[in-house]
């Protein structure tokens, strides 16, 4: 097993590292595209817009510089774990991102939970049942998630739970000036969690409960589902240890690579609801033409893709033996 695991560790940091220097050098290029810089910005902003102040602006941050010095310098400051400066927030893009960083990994975290316990829930009943009525009734409900967008799904969230009924909060990620300590904090932290989490999930819910479903119904045609039967075991036992572990490695799979979807909901949901995450810097860095905070932001998100992937494979591993012999 140790074996299987550094092998799988060596297999994805060859794959990594390319992949990653091509993710940095294409955003890069196609980041200069875009129409302005940091420095339009911070002049139209601040009411100084001359010749001259511009002109200094772009010298200061290195703007004025072509654009494949840019990004060798990029590159060469990245070589030493520095990514540059922001011109938008005057502090480093290291300082900025591990603000935010915390609370969109929270989001992130809880949302897939929800996704994948949910999802594998309704998944497993749907093929208990598969033709009968609960199987109709969920697939309805499934669909109607599948269709919906997170956004409309995280508006209606708070029209009800927080608007009329007033169990939940829909701003922010913790109550401001409150003073809270302890559980207190833990569980005001957690209530303005639930919303967001479940608007950014609603969609991979539909997605992991029709994938579940359709991989345990393949399950039970197999031949050792019938011997299982056949030597009278419980049929909750041979559905969980037989035809839900061996179902869960496609739905692992996919879980892998929504993550990269996940993070690009969670620009949507975060300001939707006000959480303070990577997301929302994304969007004010785009807004603020502030590329060196968009690019550490994309080369993080990135990275976490990558080492989420990477635990998906020793997963696969872990639950089926062949994946890690082969």
Not at 123 to 135: I, K, L, N
Not at 275 to 296: C, K
């Amino acid at each position: 097993m140790g074996r299987r695991i550094a092998a799988t560790l060596r297999r994805t940091a060859i794959h990594a590292v390319p992949t990653v220097l091509g993710i940095i050098v294409l955003d890069f290029l196609l980041l200069q595209l875009m129409p302005g810089d940091a420095a339009d910005v911070i002049a139209s902003e601040s009411g100084v817009a001359t010749a001259e102040s511009m002109a200094m602006l772009r010298q200061h941050f290195g703007l004025d510089q072509p654009v494949l010095t840019q990004l060798m310098n990029f590159l060469g400051h990245l070589a030493q774990f520095n990514l540059g400066f922001s011109p938008r927030y005057n502090m480093p893009v290291v300082d900025l991102i591990l603000q935010r960083l915390p609370g969109t990994l929270m989001l992130m975290v809880t949302a897939l939970a929800f996704a994948l316990i949910i999802g594998i829930a309704v998944g497993s009943v749907m093929a208990a049942w598969a033709g009968r009525w609960p199987d109709r009734i969920l697939s309805v409900v499934v669909l109607l998630f599948y269709s919906m967008p997170g956004f409309w799904v995280g508006l209606m969230a708070i029209v009800l739970f927080s608007v009329k009924l007033g169990w939940l909060p829909s701003d922010g990620d913790m109550t401001v000036g409150a003073g809270l300590t302890g559980w207190a904090m833990i569980a005001d932290r957690l209530r303005h969690l639930v919303l967001p989490a479940l608007a950014l999930a609603s969609f991979f819910v539909a997605v992991y409960a029709r994938l579940t479903r359709a991989s345990m119904l393949e399950v039970q045609r197999q031949d050792f589902m019938r011997t299982a039967q056949a030597k009278g075991l419980h049929p909750f036992l041979i559905q969980l240890r037989h035809a839900l572990r061996n179902a869960l490695v496609p739905v692992t799979t996919v879980a892998g690579m929504h993550l990269g979807n996940l993070l690009g909901g969670a620009v949507v949901v975060e300001t939707l609801f006000g959480w303070p995450g990577m997301g929302r810097l994304a969007l004010e860095a785009v807004l603020a033409r502030d590329f060196s905070t968009l690019l550490g932001v994309l080369l993080l998100s990135s990275f976490l893709v990558i080492v989420a992937n990477m635990l998906i494979d020793l997963l696969h591993a872990w639950l089926d033996p062949r994946i890690g012999a082969a």
